[in-house]
């Protein structure tokens, strides 16, 4: 498995606003996701974060709302940008370890959108 | 899209009981299968995986598999308190996994 370290754990935000959340993994690793689960809800792929060029977003995602980075194999970020309450939700990163395709996540950054 | 569809529950089942959990995709052509368990608050934690037809055990969770069924279930034996959770059925549509809407298992003492 991996360690996978995110920031913030939760934040209340208000409308219209937007914020960055941080995942920091203890190893490279190859593969980077970001997931969405809303409340009741079970997770939803927004986009694989890709090293050194641009994510590749699932269909109702889009780049100007979820801007993401991956500067490197252990770190990546994801923006949400101009925030409606909608938008409150546990964003999760996730990574895949091993030849076995074997995902893990993070702890999750639970956004309150006011 | 490829689907992934289970019962939302909730699944009681008393203490010591064994617990059947379902999962059934929608593209024959999915290789790999993952069991998640997620605690209320928490993230999800990954229990087994599996890409065989099918048994495969570990501890007492038993994973099957029936590619020609298009079906993958989650067996756990003597079924604990802390066993209450939601556990979410996952298949794989390339490198990402797609994620069913996850059943609620209740375990009575």
């Given at each position: 498995s991996a360690v996978i370290s995110q920031k913030p754990s939760r934040d209340i935000c208000q409308r219209g606003t937007s914020l960055t959340i941080q995942c920091q993994v203890d190893s490279q690793v190859t593969m980077?996701?970001?997931?969405?689960?809303?409340?009741?809800?079970?997770?939803?792929?927004?986009?694989?974060?890709n090293q050194g060029s641009e994510a590749t977003y699932e269909s109702g995602f889009v780049i100007d709302k979820f801007p993401i980075s991956r500067p490197n194999l252990t770190f990546s970020t994801l923006t949400v940008s101009n925030m409606s309450p909608e938008d409150s939700s546990i964003y999760l990163c996730s990574v895949v370890v091993g030849r076995t395709g074997e995902l893990f996540f993070g702890e999750g950054s639970r956004l309150t959108v006011l | 899209q490829k689907e992934v569809e289970q019962n939302s529950g909730p699944l009681s089942v008393p203490e010591g009981a064994i617990a059947s959990l379902n999962c059934t995709y929608s593209d024959?052509?999915?290789?790999?299968?993952f069991w998640?368990?997620?605690?209320?608050?928490?993230?999800?934690?990954?229990?087994?995986?599996?890409?065989?037809?099918?048994?495969?055990?570990?501890?007492?969770?038993?994973?099957?598999?029936?590619?020609?069924?298009?079906?993958?279930?989650?067996?756990?034996?003597?079924?604990?308190?802390?066993?209450?959770?939601?556990?979410?059925c996952a298949v794989n549509d390339g490198n990402k996994l797609v994620f069913g809407a996850g059943t609620i298992l209740r375990v009575k003492s």
């Open positions: 980077m996701f970001w997931y969405r689960q809303q409340p009741g809800q079970s997770l939803t792929l927004i986009a694989t974060a | 024959r052509g999915s290789q790999s299968f998640y368990r997620q605690y209320s608050g928490k993230s999800p934690e990954l229990i087994m995986f599996i890409y065989s037809n099918g048994d495969k055990e570990d501890g007492r969770f038993t994973a099957q598999l029936n590619k020609a069924s298009q079906y993958v279930s989650l067996l756990i034996r003597d079924s604990q308190p802390s066993d209450s959770a939601t556990y979410l």
